[in-house]
């Protein structure tokens, strides 16, 4: 594990979120993406369509598949769980082959251009060792630590994002831009991560949370992550505006 990540402070936060994954974690896929995936059993999560435990469910029927699946199967499945389930629609078929090729290499130093389409990929692989880094997941790294207030915080990168919760913020309400890189690294004395060690210092982060928390897996602390960034960062951003 990298030292200058404050596991700690991730500990004490999760200490009291874990158990609100259910009510946090939302999730809908369409119908056309399902049709994309006909057999994940979809009508077995009718009446909690959306859900983390269907989440679940999906993560791990992918894993299964994955590993019982040929070359050309893979990469089918790669390409639903991107542009199908992840809505990433500009990555075009050259662009997923150099994301088939990455997760087929040295996994040690990975950049953060695409990071939200291969690590995507890469829980395909085994959802138990790879978790998703999009930039909801991004900004919510940051934003804990800007709560918690630990003594050496960590910057972990921001990446572009289509969703919707961050194109709907005026840039000067946007909490990426509210805390800039710029801002936390050079005001606030924030260590930066070298861009190839992000995604090996998200995933040591997440390994040394689940060693935390008998009974976890990665992905319940990603999905925690992603469910609570639309939550925890309005709230910060709304407070440092009022202050200003």
Known sequence: MNSSIPVDSFIRFFSDQLVKLESLYKWPVR?????????????????????????????????????????????????????????????????????????????????VEGIASYSKILTLKDCTQYAIYD???????????????????????????????????????????????RRLVSNDDWHELEKHETYTAYLNLLYALKGSFPGTEIYHFEMILFSLAIQLCPQLTEAELNLA
């Open 135 to 181: 930039a909801r997941v991004a900004a919510c790294l940051n934003a804990i630590q800007l709560q918690m207030k630990p003594d050496e915080p960590v910057f972990f990168p921001y990446i572009p994002s289509q969703n919707q919760y961050f194109r709907q913020w005026p840039k000067s309400e946007n909490f990426v831009n509210v805390f800039s890189k």
């Open 31 to 111: 119908l056309k993406t399902k049709e994309a995936l006909p057999g994940f059993p979809w009508h077995e999560w009718a009446m909690q369509s959306g859900s983390a435990s269907e989440c679940i469910a999906l993560k791990k029927y992918l894993t299964q598949a994955w590993n019982t699946s040929d070359e050309a199967d893979k990469k089918k499945l790669a390409r639903w769980i991107v542009t199908d389930w992840g809505g990433v629609r500009s990555n075009r078929p050259a662009r997923l082959e150099a994301h088939w090729h990455l997760i087929h290499g040295d996994l040690k130093k990975m950049p």
